[in-house]
C-alpha cells in the first residue's frame, strides 16, 4: 500500500481519514475595502476558513471654515485636523457572528465666516476604533493689523494594537490688509492635509484618506466658502 508524508504545518489529518489545511497556514486570503461613509457589516460566517484579521481603520479629517473680508482688509481661516488611524491583528475566535464597521465621513465645508464641520470617526466593532479630526474655526475677524492664530488640535488615539490620534491643523495669520496665510489641513495615516494659500479662494482639499482641509483665504471685500475633510476607510485583512 502506497503512503505519503504530509507538512504538519500546513495539512491535518482527521479521524475520518481525510486530509485538511491547518486553519492559519494559509496567510493571506483576501482584503476587504470599505471606502463607502457610513455602516456596513462583517459577518464572519461569510469566510468559514477564517483564522484571523488585521484591520487598518482610518477616521475622517476636519472641514475648514471660509473668509469673509470687508474692502481693503483681509481674513483667513486655520485647517482642519487629519483623523486618527488604529490598526489590529485579531484572532477569528474573537470576532462576534456579525461586526458592524463604520467609516467616517468627512467634515463639511464652513460657509464664510461659519466652522468647518468635525469629521468623523471609523471602528471595527469595538476591537478596533479611531477618532475624527476637529474642524477648522473661523477664529479670524476682517481687518488689517497683524494677528495670528493657532491651529486646530489633532484627535487623541482610539483603540488597536497601534493607535494614534490625525495631525494638527496648521494655523493662520494676517500681516496687512492685503497679505497673510491660511492653515494648512492636518495630516493622517493614510492620507495628507491640504496645502495652505496666502490668494483668495477656499483651502486645500486633502488627498487620500482622512485628510484635514486648509482654511480659506478672503481680501478686498471677497466672500469664499471653506473646504471638506477627506472621508475615512476601513480595510479588512482576512487570513486563512
Request: proline share 2%.
Amino acid at each position: 500500500m502506497a503512503s505519503v508524508c504530509v507538512d504538519d504545518d500546513y495539512f491535518d489529518v482527521g479521524p475520518d481519514g481525510r486530509l485538511t489545511m491547518v486553519p492559519g497556514s494559509l496567510g493571506l486570503r483576501e482584503r476587504l475595502y470599505f471606502k463607502e461613509t457610513g455602516t456596513h457589516e462583517f459577518n464572519r460566517g461569510d469566510y468559514p476558513w477564517l483564522a484571523r484579521v488585521f484591520l487598518q481603520v482610518q477616521a475622517a479629517g476636519g472641514g475648514a471654515a471660509g473668509a469673509k473680508a470687508r474692502a481693503a482688509e483681509f481674513m483667513s481661516a486655520p485647517g482642519g485636523a487629519g483623523g486618527g488611524y488604529a490598526e489590529r491583528l485579531v484572532d477569528a475566535s474573537a470576532l462576534g457572528g456579525t461586526e458592524t464597521i463604520v467609516v467616517g465621513k468627512g467634515g463639511v465645508a464652513g460657509t464664510a465666516t461659519v466652522d468647518g464641520g468635525n469629521g468623523g470617526n471609523s471602528s471595527f466593532g469595538g476591537v478596533c476604533t479611531a477618532n475624527g479630526g476637529a474642524g477648522g474655526k473661523a477664529v479670524m475677524e476682517s481687518g488689517s493689523t497683524l494677528i495670528a492664530y493657532s491651529g486646530t488640535a489633532g484627535p487623541l488615539a482610539g483603540i488597536g494594537d497601534i493607535a494614534q490620534g490625525g495631525g494638527a491643523g496648521g494655523g493662520c495669520f494676517r500681516l496687512t490688509g492685503n497679505q497673510g496665510h491660511a492653515g494648512p489641513g492636518g495630516e493622517s495615516r493614510l492620507g495628507h492635509g491640504g496645502f495652505q494659500r496666502a490668494s483668495t479662494g477656499e483651502g486645500g482639499a486633502g488627498r487620500g484618506y482622512g485628510g484635514g482641509a486648509s482654511g480659506a483665504v478672503a481680501r478686498d471685500g471677497d466672500s469664499v466658502s471653506g473646504t471638506a475633510g477627506q472621508d475615512g476607510v476601513v480595510i479588512v485583512w482576512l487570513f486563512g
